[in-house]
């Protein structure tokens, strides 16, 4: 049987462990390709030791830590591998906070944190599994909490 294999990226990061089929989502969060011309493997329904799971890898881009927030909305139990020279120097799960201030956008037209006041938008955490946010202000839910990622 003829496997075909994804080639090792030389320096930048590997998002493992996407909830299957939100790999596009967050090439999208990321501005991805906009915001880089580094080459980009996308990996979607892989099968892994827990099952069914999409993969992303960046060449020449490390994360910043905002960016790992916005991740960790749309894939909670991502696995961050920074790579060197083909190693893995530092390997890290995203962590959802408790209050994700600044990520997203309210999907109430009408809230305060969408308006033209200086206010940061700000939810509160209400479930992690399954991931479950409620905006500070107005206590709406979003129902698609990607689709409001700024």
Not at 25 to 38: D, Y
Not at 100 to 116: D, F, M, W
Request: aromatic letters at 2%.
């Amino acid at each position: 049987m003829k496997e075909l294999k994804v080639t090792p990226i030389k320096d930048g990061t590997v998002i493992d462990h996407i909830t299957p089929g939100h790999a596009l989502k967050v090439l999208h969060v990321l501005k991805i390709p906009e915001s880089t011309s580094s080459v980009v493997s996308i990996l979607m329904n892989v099968n892994g030791k827990k099952g069914k799971k999409d993969i992303v890898k960046i060449e020449n881009r490390e994360l910043d830590p905002k960016e790992l927030d916005k991740i960790a909305l749309i894939a909670p139990k991502a696995t961050i591998n920074i790579i060197r020279d083909y190693e893995v120097v530092k390997k890290h799960i995203v962590e959802l906070p408790n209050e994700v201030v600044g990520l997203t956008k309210c999907s109430n037209p009408t809230c305060i944190s969408n308006a033209r006041e200086p206010v940061e938008s700000r939810f509160h955490v209400i479930s992690k599994d399954p991931l479950r946010i409620k905006c500070y202000y107005c206590e709406r839910e979003p129902e698609d909490i990607a689709e409001g990622i700024i």
